[in-house]
């Protein structure tokens, strides 16, 4: 999850495991609860200065059962509870680090110049420009201490590179997840999203395809420049075959960049940097054979390159 916005207020007894937040103050009021809960894995800041959260007073049976494996703004977590003090009797964030949120993202963010509020003026009008965030899906910046900082949970944690996952929603490397809607492709039986400038060349173009070398695919999508093109095939196999068929597609150990990733719903991806350019292999088994999406682009290898690819694949449903 990414969040992002002026301040929140959640329920009680909650885990907040994975996440991005990011407030222009301190956020996440109505502590009491979410204390009780787990807090692992986070990317916590504010953009202001002082603590990430103001908070009543609380008891013992109040206490989390684990805080550890997060990033803060500030270090001084918890404004009002003597945070400090209960993080040494409870052993909580020993593994935390605390971060500056303009640098540890690979895109830069832009916070807020104004203090937002609320007034009935406002009902029906478009909210002013300076309260707004311009950021892009907060993908940890090669080199940051986000990088290989958190903890694996089970049956939670995703697919990750490195030795550790990294702190938040995204791992650096393998883009982020598809926000936004997913289009049923009658021809590919598919459903994806399809990134900003990307177009679909199989209904619109279909002359083109022969020109890009990519015949035989259900569906072909390009970028505006078709410096990246993605083929949607599937491949007819039966019963245990289609593992067979599976495993190969992602058994080339040559020019790999990652280990085989295991994504959503068995959707296997593994990144190549072949000689014509970077090659995302994807392949999922299905009830008549294996989806297989080639996603090949000729830019440099880059967090930036990446992202669209991974952006595509991982929007895959069927
Ligand atoms: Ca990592």
Redesign the pocket.
Same mark, same amino acid.
């Given at each position: 999850m990414v969040g992002i916005g002026r301040s929140g207020r959640l329920g009680r007894c909650m885990d907040a495991a994975g996440n991005t937040i990011l407030n222009r103050n301190p956020g996440l009021e109505g502590l009491r609860g979410f204390v009780r809960g787990w807090i692992v894995d986070n990317v916590w800041l504010r953009t202001t200065p002082g603590a990430l959260t103001g908070s009543g007073a609380f008891g013992e049976a109040d206490i989390g059962s684990r805080i550890d494996y997060n990033a803060y703004s500030n270090g001084e977590v918890f404004a009002g509870i003597g945070y400090k003090g209960l993080a040494e009797k409870h052993g909580w964030d020993k593994h935390s680090v605390v971060v500056d949120w303009q640098t540890v993202f690979a895109e830069p963010v832009k916070a807020p110049a104004s203090q937002p509020y609320y007034s009935e003026k406002l009902q029906g009008q478009e909210l002013p420009k300076d309260w707004r965030f311009e950021h892009s899906l907060l993908v940890p910046k090669a080199g940051s201490k986000l #990088? %290989?900082a958190g903890t694996v949970l089970p049956n939670l944690t995703g697919p990750? #590179?490195?030795k &550790?996952? %990294?702190l938040g929603a995204n791992? &650096?490397g393998l883009g982020t997840a598809w926000y936004g809607p997913r289009y049923w492709d009658t021809l590919a039986d598919v459903a994806y999203g399809i990134p900003e400038g990307w177009r679909s060349m199989t209904k619109d173009d279909p002359g083109k395809q022969a020109i890009i070398g990519m015949t035989g695919a259900q569906a072909i999508l390009a970028n505006g420049s078709k410096t990246i093109t993605a083929m949607i095939l599937l491949e007819k196999a039966q019963g245990e075959g289609r593992w067979e068929k599976l495993q190969q597609l992602v058994a080339e150990e040559a020019h790999a960049v990652t280990p085989v990733l295991e994504f959503q719903d068995g959707l296997l991806m593994r990144l190549y940097n072949r000689p014509k350019g970077l090659t995302l292999e994807v392949a999922r088994i299905e009830p008549e054979g294996v989806l297989h999406v080639l996603i090949q682009n000729r830019q440099r290898d880059s967090e930036v390159s990446r992202t669209q690819m991974f952006q595509f694949a991982r929007s895959l449903y069927r």
């Amino acid at each position: 999850m990414v969040g992002i916005g002026r301040s929140g207020r959640l329920g009680r007894c909650m885990d907040a495991a994975g996440n991005t937040i990011l407030n222009r103050n301190p956020g996440l009021e109505g502590l009491r609860g979410f204390v009780r809960g787990w807090i692992v894995d986070n990317v916590w800041l504010r953009t202001t200065p002082g603590a990430l959260t103001g908070s009543g007073a609380f008891g013992e049976a109040d206490i989390g059962s684990r805080i550890d494996y997060n990033a803060y703004s500030n270090g001084e977590v918890f404004a009002g509870i003597g945070y400090k003090g209960l993080a040494e009797k409870h052993g909580w964030d020993k593994h935390s680090v605390v971060v500056d949120w303009q640098t540890v993202f690979a895109e830069p963010v832009k916070a807020p110049a104004s203090q937002p509020y609320y007034s009935e003026k406002l009902q029906g009008q478009e909210l002013p420009k300076d309260w707004r965030f311009e950021h892009s899906l907060l993908v940890p910046k090669a080199g940051s201490k986000l #990088l %290989d900082a958190g903890t694996v949970l089970p049956n939670l944690t995703g697919p990750y #590179l490195g030795k &550790a996952p %990294d702190l938040g929603a995204n791992e &650096a490397g393998l883009g982020t997840a598809w926000y936004g809607p997913r289009y049923w492709d009658t021809l590919a039986d598919v459903a994806y999203g399809i990134p900003e400038g990307w177009r679909s060349m199989t209904k619109d173009d279909p002359g083109k395809q022969a020109i890009i070398g990519m015949t035989g695919a259900q569906a072909i999508l390009a970028n505006g420049s078709k410096t990246i093109t993605a083929m949607i095939l599937l491949e007819k196999a039966q019963g245990e075959g289609r593992w067979e068929k599976l495993q190969q597609l992602v058994a080339e150990e040559a020019h790999a960049v990652t280990p085989v990733l295991e994504f959503q719903d068995g959707l296997l991806m593994r990144l190549y940097n072949r000689p014509k350019g970077l090659t995302l292999e994807v392949a999922r088994i299905e009830p008549e054979g294996v989806l297989h999406v080639l996603i090949q682009n000729r830019q440099r290898d880059s967090e930036v390159s990446r992202t669209q690819m991974f952006q595509f694949a991982r929007s895959l449903y069927r």
